[in-house]
């Protein structure tokens, strides 16, 4: 498989659990419900697939944990897709059922998300060879090492906060707190 095809297949399988879910809910609003959800949860996976990636290879090295280092750019860029979707779900949300959306939010509380998004943005641009060349190696590294240290601060964070909805959230909340120390010791480790 091509890395562009691994891209492909990975946006293809978001899309259709985001249709999925935008599908299986009652009604018109739950619906698109569901699909920021879905949006949100496949992000997820393949957010800590590309944020482990070195060290599932330091821990388990193996062919499949050295190619999910070498293709984490791919994965990345459907992380980015899959994000898309969020926001393409959000923003039709947002049209149709504004009462709802708002419902325990205030413009403050979108400022985490949004900066999320600017990141996404920087990040995919950057993984492309012309801007990676324009900012140079040493701001590169700066800004994937900081981008994806916001994206993992966003996911605990939006986890975390719905606890008290669902004692359930504490299980992705947790992964991805442990995922972050992870990565913590390993800076220690040099
Ligand atoms: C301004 C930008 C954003 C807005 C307004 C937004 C809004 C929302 C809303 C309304 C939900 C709840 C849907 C529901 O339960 O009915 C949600 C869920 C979520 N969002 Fe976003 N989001 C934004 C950006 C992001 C970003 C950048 C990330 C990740 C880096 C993210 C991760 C999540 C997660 C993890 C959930 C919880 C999903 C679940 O219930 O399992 N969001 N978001």
């Known amino acids: ?24 809910a009652p009604n018109g609003v739950e619906s698109l419900q ?32 050295r190619a999910l280092v ?10 980015a897709a899959s994000q898309l979707l969020h926001a393409i779900a959000l923003i039709i949300y947002i ?14 509380t979108n400022i985490p998300g949004s900066i999320g998004y600017l990141m996404i943005l920087l990040l995919s641009i950057t993984s492309f060879a012309t801007p990676a060349r324009l900012i140079g190696p040493a701001n590169w590294k700066k800004l994937h090492l900081t981008g994806v240290w916001i994206l993992a601060v966003i996911f ?30 390993e800076r220690f480790e040099g």
């Not at 949860?41 to 944020?51: G, N, P």
């Not at 070498?70 to 992380?79: A, D, K, M, P």
């Not at 049209?95 to 403050?108: D, K, L, S």
């Not at 605990?156 to 990565?183: E, N």
Request: glycine share 6%; no cysteine; proline share 4%.
């Open 1 to 24: 498989m091509t890395r562009w095809n691994l891209f492909g297949v990975l946006t293809v399988i978001v899309t259709l659990f985001a249709l999925t879910a935008y599908a299986i």
């Open 34 to 65: 569901y699909a920021i959800r879905a949006t949100a949860r496949t992000s997820f996976v393949l957010f800590l697939a590309v944020f482990l990636a070195t060290s599932f290879a330091r821990l388990v090295p193996s062919a499949l944990t």
């Open 70 to 79: 070498r293709e984490r750019r791919y994965i990345g860029l459907s992380f």
């Open 95 to 108: 049209r149709i059922a504004p009462e709802a959306f708002w419902v325990g939010r205030t413009p403050a």
């Open 156 to 185: 605990a964070g939006s986890f975390l906060t719905r606890v008290h909805h669902h004692a359930a959230y504490l299980v992705p909340g947790m992964m991805m707190v442990v995922a972050m120390l992870l990565r913590m010791g």
